[in-house]
């Protein structure tokens, strides 16, 4: 089947097409079109994601980037030069993007004039996200629905960043076999607005057993890199500053706590890594270039540290056959070898780590959630479109 992925909880205006085949044991994809806009550069002179801005910004690009997925998915088709919806279609789909007036037009000017795909389903992001963000994207799959009478799949973001590891690096053809992905699994999201453990006892069965208690781990790299005067969002900043100190001094030269690494349960707190970074700033008479490095290397240490410790004690309480890693923060090459490192120590599990461009928010792992989900349902999708954005959605 054919889904078309929309993605806008955030600062990622993202829209893909992506081809599923198989079962939920053994999952085929092969992403056709994958569209994406990042509106870090608008948001950069705020140090933070702006909702307002972000909603005007997915309303105005995600018209061009639909286009634009289907194009590269040769599912667009020839474009007439000009013609009309119906007078009550118009009226439809107006009323569906009430609050989105620009998004409307640019969907009236090119939706009548596009021969209807072959796309069997839509899935949209429905929550968790700002919910000024997440609502342009759940009414334009509203509105894709009503124009072309697909089903719309509503989606969790979350699962979006765990099912990311399910499409294997340069996959190109649509062969359905086995998952790799055994359960129980361990996955530890982490990005900008999360830091959660999950136990999976299979695809959409899932439990948090851990998550911050203040801070995201991405949230205290992007403040911590401010404190540096480094640019938004900070963790890849960090983190290259990290590896210069590395590769200069074998061993870090700072020394700042590691939060909660031995409290008895699977939570998280960074907040107080990040006040520590705050307090040895102020002791300082002035801060040059190699201390940058050196603090951001033993910030990184320590967030990695902790992360490390509460998955390999997730892992071996639930005895994962699986860990899987998802968010923005799993870019992060320290991550990266942190990981690598510890499943070795599970000789009879595997890692799973999505590829860096799925890594951070899409709409191919939207997708991928969509047809997961389509699966469990089994039966046939539900045509209702009376879903909205949840803000707060949780895994469950
Ligand atoms: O998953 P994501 O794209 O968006 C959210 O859902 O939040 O994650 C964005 C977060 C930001 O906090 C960013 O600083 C962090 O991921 N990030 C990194 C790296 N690349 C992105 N953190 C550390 N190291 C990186 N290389
Ligand atoms: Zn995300």
Redesign the pocket.
């Known amino acids: 089947m054919k889904i078309l992925g929309i993605e806008t ?2 600062d ?1 205006t993202a829209v893909a097409v992506v081809e599923a085949a198989g079962g939920a044991a053994n999952p085929a994809f092969k992403v056709l079109g994958n569209a994406l806009y990042s509106q870090v550069k608008i948001h950069e002179k705020y140090g933070g994601v702006f909702p307002m801005l972000a909603k005007r910004e997915h309303a105005r690009n995600l018209v061009p980037l639909f286009e634009k997925a289907l194009k590269d998915a040769k599912m667009l088709g020839r474009i007439a030069k000009s013609k009309r919806a119906d007078a009550e279609t118009e009226k439809k789909i107006r009323t569906i993007l009430e609050r989105e007036p620009e998004l409307a037009e640019h969907f009236l000017a090119l939706m009548p004039r596009i021969p209807k795909p072959k796309l069997d389903a839509i899935a949209v992001t429905v929550g968790p ?1 700002l919910d000024p963000a997440l609502w342009v994207g759940v009414n334009f799959a509203k509105a894709l629905s009503a124009f072309w009478n697909i089903p719309v799949i509503p989606t969790n ?1 979350m699962e979006g ?1 765990i099912v990311s590891v399910l499409l294997p690096p340069k996959s190109s053809k649509l062969k359905a076999k086995n998952s790799p992905v055994k359960f129980p699994a361990v996955a530890l999201l982490i ?4 830091t959660e453990l999950v136990l999976a006892k299979g695809w959409s069965n899932y439990k948090i057993i851990g998550e911050t208690r203040d801070d ?1 781990v ?2 205290a ?2 403040k911590v890199a401010r404190m540096l005067d480094l640019p938004y ?4 900043h ?2 290259k500053l990290a590896a210069e100190d590395r590769a200069r001094h074998p061993k870090s030269a700072w020394q700042l706590p590691r939060p909660m690494l031995t409290s008895d349960d699977f939570d998280f707190s960074f907040s107080g890594l990040k006040t520590a970074v705050l307090y040895t700033l102020r002791k300082l008479p002035q801060i040059d270039l190699a201390m940058k490095r050196g603090i951001a290397r033993e910030f990184e240490d320590a967030a990695v540290e902790v992360l490390v410790a509460k998955t390999r004690k997730a892992a071996k309480k639930y005895g994962a056959k699986s860990i899987i890693l998802g ?3 799993t ?3 320290r ?1 990266r070898t942190a990981f690598a490192e510890l499943i070795e120590e599970f000789p009879k599990s595997q890692l799973f780590i999505p590829t860096l461009d799925l ?3 899409n709409a191919v792992m939207i997708a991928i959630a969509g047809f997961v989900e389509a699966r469990r349902r089994g039966k046939k999708l539900s045509r209702s479109t009376s879903f909205r954005a949840q803000g707060n959605l949780k895994l469950s």
């Open positions: 909880s955030c990622e996200g973001h960043h990005s900008g607005g999360h995201a991405g949230e790299f992007d969002p900070g963790g890849p960090i983190s968010g923005g923060v870019a992060n090459s991550v890594s951070t928010d």
